[in-house]
Structure formats: C-alpha cells, structure tokens
C-alpha cells in the first residue's frame, strides 16, 4: 500500500531500509566486535583466533549454501523473506551473546546465527541495482552510506554501554535494537520496481516504439542482463570475483582488528574510538565522492585508483606514533576504504546487468563474505603466531595491491553477437 503513496519514487524507501541494515550489521557486528574484544578476551581468557574465529564460521556456512540461495534474491518475494529471516536471526542472535559461557556457545550464535544472518540480508542488498540503473551510481552511494554510519555512530555507544553495563548487557541492548529496526525495515523490501507497476529510476513505462526496438530507449532497456550461466563461462567473472574478494579481505577483514592494535600500540579507548569515527566521517563522504568520481571515469578505473589509495592508507597506519597522526591515518583510510562497496557493486552490475544480478552475486558474495569474516581470524592467527602486526599489515597491503592486478586484467568485452538474449530483456535493435 506504501508503494503508491510515497510523494517520491519509492526506490529511495528501498534504498533506506538497505542503508539501516548496513549501518546496523557494520556498526554492531564487524566494529562492534572490535571493541568488545578486550573486555571478552580478559574475562573468558580466550584468544583473539578464537574470538574472530567466529566470523569464519558463519562465512563458512554461505560459501556453502551461497550459491543456492543466491538466486532467491532475484525472486518475487526471495528479498524480503531473505532479509526478514537474517532480522530475526541477527536480533535474537545479537541478545544471546549476552549469555554465552563457552566457545562452542559462542560459535554457535555469533558464528552461526549472526552469521548466516547477514548473509541473507546482504543478498537483499542485490535489489539496489535492479531499482536503479540511469541513477545507479548516487544510489549505490548512498547505500553503501549506510555501512559508513555504522562506524561512525556506533562505537561510542557500544563504549558507553560496555563502560556502564558491563559487555554482556551491552549486547542485549544491541540485540533488541537490532531486532526491532531490522524487522520493520524488512518490510518495506520489494525486489524490483516492475513487481509493483513501477520502472527503474522512476521513469515512465516504455513507449511503442521502444518496446519495437525503435526510438529512444531507457538505460535500463539499453542495457543486457547476463544469465548466471553466461557469466560464468567467462574470464571476466572469475577476475572480478578474484579483485573484489581480495578487496574485501583488505578491509572488511582487516577492520576489526584496528581496535586491537590500537590498544596494543598504547592508544587509550576514548582516543582510539575518536579516530574511528574519524575514519568514519571521511569514509561517509568518500562514497559520494567516488559515486561522483565515476560519472568521470568507468568504475573500473575508479576502483583501481580507491584499492591503490587503501594500500598506501593501510602502511601509513601502521607506523602512527601520536593521536594526531593517528586521526589523519584513519581519515585517509576512510578516504580508500570509503568507495570500496560504492564502486564494487556499480562494477558488478555494469559488467553483468541487473535482471539475474542476486544469481550472479550469489557465486561472487560467500568468497567475498569468507574473505571478510575469515580476515579477522586469520590476522588473529597471524598475530598470535608471530606477536607482531607487521605480518599483519603486510598481508592487507599485498592484498589490496593483488585486487589492482586483477582488476586491471578484467576489462569488460562486448557480447559476442551470437550469445543468447536473456528472455527477460529487451531484444536488442
């Protein structure tokens, strides 16, 4: 019924529930778990592999199953029933961390539960580019926005809670919050604006003669859809997948443990935070600035240039010795890291199109969700095994470096003029 009402094409309330669950899922489970780190390592004695172990498991479980649930998201109904279950998985999950005693209770419900639970709501994401294609780079923006607010709003908080609380209530209320928003949010999900009268970007329907394949035609009839089979078939899929997922290791999986090594290097918690939130604010920013750096140039360059700035922002964090030069390392990872999911996602849907865009991101997204969540427990592992960041950081800075190479590689090809039309798309004039 909302559908209709909205004075404005109501993409943009799609767009909104997608920046509230990125902010909640970055701001609560990648950051968050950074900061509840030391509390949990000193009072249940376990070890930072142990503790970040947990994000691999539930990366594990989408790796598996990804590729089948992925195409749901390009169902009628597959969204939101997708993004409705992650809500209420990650909610209930999220408030059971507040009783765990020991570790296979703690994989159990942040590595299974919580797991599993952004990952069906991270397929919801795929609706994005099916709403928006004239407009998708603004919109990719403002929806990677939403895991840019989540640093920024919720570290202090989540600090304020542990301080106050003590780390198990303060997961409590995080869980109910998370519970809360995330169900109402998954409402309003609709996987294409066709499934409820509507056309990409707000515009009007085609007219006669474009539905002949003449006259002017939308971007979003312009462009072709590959099939998760086709893209699959071909070199260009596999280096993206390759440069994206090294990418995602270099932050998503690096992320959590910049908290940690702060506090290791001597940075006290009210200092560390304020730099987070620095990262944050320039990071917010950046995901309009490289939303518009790519109405310059093709997002491929762009995401070439933004994995190039995140490496050198990684080795220039490495060596901070004071609190100013710390905010300014953290605002020029802010600064890389910031157009990362921006210029990925507008890459991904330019290559392949829009119409079967959640099947081909269901083989892309559980190697990226692996690299992410496995990234904690590896550089964990790394540290525990050496007692020194430098294998650390070294690993990110290759990482990031290795995602250029390949990208570079991807250049994107015509279609071959006897590859088969997707049924769902506009026969070409």
Not at 267 to 289: D, E
Request: net charge positive.
């Amino acid at each position: 019924m909302l559908v209709h009402r909205t004075p404005f094409f109501y993409g943009w309330v799609v767009l909104g529930s997608i920046m509230l669950s990125g902010s909640l899922l970055t701001g609560i489970t990648t950051w968050g778990i950074s900061i509840f780190i030391v509390p949990m390592e000193e009072e249940l004695d376990w070890s930072r592999t142990l503790l970040y172990g947990a994000l691999f498991m539930g990366a594990a479980v989408s790796f598996i199953f990804g590729p089948l649930i992925g195409p749901w998201g390009d169902t009628k109904h597959g969204p939101r029933l997708l993004y409705l279950t992650g809500a209420v998985l990650c909610g209930s999950g999220i408030m059971l961390m507040s009783r765990v005693q020991s570790p296979w209770q703690y994989y159990l419900v942040f590595g299974g539960m919580v797991g599993v639970a952004r990952y069906f709501i991270q397929v919801a994401h795929n609706v994005v580019p099916k709403w928006f294609v004239r407009k998708r780079g603004p919109a990719m923006a403002w929806a990677s926005a939403g895991s840019g607010v989540g640093p920024l709003i919720f570290p202090y908080p989540i600090q304020f809670l542990i301080s106050n609380l003590g780390w198990r209530d303060a997961w409590l209320v995080l869980g109910i919050l998370a519970l809360v928003l995330l169900v109402l949010a998954s409402l309003l999900i609709h996987t294409s604006p066709e499934d409820v009268g509507l056309h990409p970007d707000g515009d009007p329907p085609p007219s006669d003669d474009e539905a002949k394949g003449t006259g002017v035609r939308t971007a979003a009839s312009q462009e072709y859809s590959y099939t998760r089979r086709e893209a699959l078939r071909s070199q260009l899929f596999w280096l993206v997948l390759i440069g994206v997922t090294l990418g995602t290791l270099g932050m998503n999986g690096f992320n959590p443990t910049i908290v940690p090594f702060l506090h290791d290097k001597g940075f006290s918690p009210g200092v560390a935070t304020a730099s987070v939130s620095a990262y944050a604010s320039v990071a917010i920013l950046m995901r309009f600035g490289w939303g518009f750096m790519i109405t310059r140039m093709t997002a491929r360059h762009a995401f070439m240039l933004q994995c190039s700035i995140a490496g050198i922002a990684v080795l220039f964090l490495y060596f901070v010795v004071n609190a100013p030069m710390l905010i300014l390392a953290m605002m020029l990872v802010g600064f890389g890291f910031g157009g990362f999911w921006v210029l990925q996602g507008v890459m991904i849907a330019d290559y392949f199109g829009r119409r079967h865009i959640a099947g081909v991101r269901g083989i892309i997204q559980p190697p990226q969700t692996v690299a992410g969540s496995g990234g904690p427990m590896l550089f964990g592992l790394i540290f525990d095994l050496t007692g020194t960041y430098a294998w650390v950081f070294g690993t990110v800075i290759a990482a990031w470096a290795l995602s250029v190479v390949a990208t570079y590689f991807a250049r994107p090809r015509p279609r071959p003029r006897n590859a088969p039309v997707a049924t769902t798309d506009v026969q070409p004039a």
